[in-house]
């Protein structure tokens, strides 16, 4: 079989980056109408808070089994399957008017959401010439960060004209558009199941079992966990962190965290350059955290003046961002043969898990009066990745290129 071509893999890219953007709006496209439903349905925002949890658990228990369906049944097939049950849990909370419903509604969504990782990478993997892959899983990391940035603006002007329930609906339909152009780019998307290529054998489930309990895949699951403590960190309670700490007024502090973000996107674009010329993909991780952390810890210190805040926040997510292609491949360069779907769907599901842990914390260190605190666990967070990077086998960084099943 002939090399993917340059448009082969552009067009490869483009589908898995569509159904991977949508999938970070629907994420957040209900949060951002909380003040709306809150209204609306006289529920408080801890109960709203509630759905949000659900959403979260749901789709990090059910990442790994969706990696585990993905190597079974085929990435296609779970990735339309996640596709549909996003736009049911859209069109279910644009229809609530309950409480219940909208708990569903999240239920649907977070089940959804947990295929994407998996099946999004398997697909990547084997369509995608190795030579390409640092570009792919560059413009795959930029479209969940564009999915990110229009759920609010697009919430925003919906709600103002058809109100929280006709925006939700919108997007509903919007997903259930995306979702029929895709069906008719399938052939594009087909990958054959993993566990086609393997002997039919009583020890498989202990096999795939032993392989995520192994050291290094628990590493890179350790990795995305911590970097979701850091995010959370910053994108949930960094404005009001930066408001206790250097205070300053809502709108600065807000600036500064859209550079955080801003500059992270433009981070994760030239990562794919980075991963693309750089072998030693571990270097690079090592490299992009540790300068995000010392630039976090000069935040945390307060020692600069608050004018400050948007460009160190801009570098701090740069830096950050840069290691996203590059901590991709060292995930494909640790995962045996035949298990992408499995072990992608295992470690990616670390963010959820760190997603789940840490808000409480976070929350309890801004009701003591201990903002610096919250930055300062960025910190150890960040550095604690290092660590993680450091302990996976040198030789397995040297497989990048190979591919995988």
Request: charged share 10%.
């Amino acid at each position: 079989m002939s090399a993917p071509t340059l448009r082969d893999d552009a067009k490869v890219i483009g589908l898995v980056a569509l159904a991977h953007g949508l999938s970070h709006f629907y994420q957040i496209a209900t949060a951002v109408l909380f003040p709306l439903i809150r209204d609306d349905l006289g529920v408080s925002y801890a109960a709203l808070g509630a759905t949000v949890a659900v959403y979260y658990v749901v789709s990090g228990v059910c990442q790994t089994l969706a990696g585990f369906a993905v190597d079974r049944f085929g990435a296609r097939r779970v990735l339309f399957a996640g596709l549909v049950l996003c736009v049911a849990g859209a069109l279910l909370a644009g229809l609530s008017r309950t409480y219940p419903m909208l708990l569903a509604a999240a239920l649907l969504g977070g089940l959804g959401n947990s295929v994407f990782h998996p099946a999004d990478f398997a697909i990547l993997n084997a369509r995608v010439d190795a030579r390409r892959l640092g570009y792919a899983f560059s413009w795959h990391g930029i479209a969940g960060f564009l999915g990110y940035a229009a759920a609010p603006a697009a919430g925003a002007a919906l709600a103002s004209a058809f109100g929280w329930r006709g925006a939700l609906l919108t997007a509903a339909l919007v997903g259930a558009g995306v979702v029929v152009f895709l069906a008719t780019q399938r052939r594009t998307l087909y990958v054959e199941p993993a566990d086609l290529q393997r002997p039919v054998g009583s020890g498989r489930l202990a096999a795939d079992l032993q392989v995520l309990a192994s050291i290094p895949i628990l590493m890179c699951f350790g990795y995305f966990l911590l970097v979701a403590v850091g995010f959370i960190a910053i994108q949930t309670f960094g404005v009001s962190t930066m408001i206790a700490l250097y205070d300053v007024n809502a709108a600065l502090a807000s600036a500064a965290l859209t550079a955080y973000l801003v500059g992270a996107a433009a981070g994760i674009f030239a990562g794919g350059f980075v991963a693309v010329r750089f072998a030693r993909h571990d270097l690079v991780a090592v490299t992009g955290m540790l300068c995000s952390a010392l630039l976090m810890f000069v935040i945390a210190s307060a020692w600069i003046p608050a004018a400050l805040l948007g460009p160190l926040f801009a570098a701090t997510g740069f830096a950050s961002g840069v290691t996203n292609p590059s901590r991709d491949l060292i995930v494909r360069a640790t995962t045996p043969p035949g298990a992408t779907g499995k072990v992608f769907g295992f470690v990616y599901s670390g963010l959820d898990v760190g997603s789940m842990l840490v808000p409480v914390y976070f929350g309890w260190l801004l009701d003591q009066g201990r903002p610096s605190v919250v930055f300062y666990s960025v910190v150890v967070a960040l550095a604690l990745t290092i660590l993680t990077v450091l302990n996976l086998p040198g030789t397995r960084m040297a497989r990048a290129a190979r591919p995988a099943g």
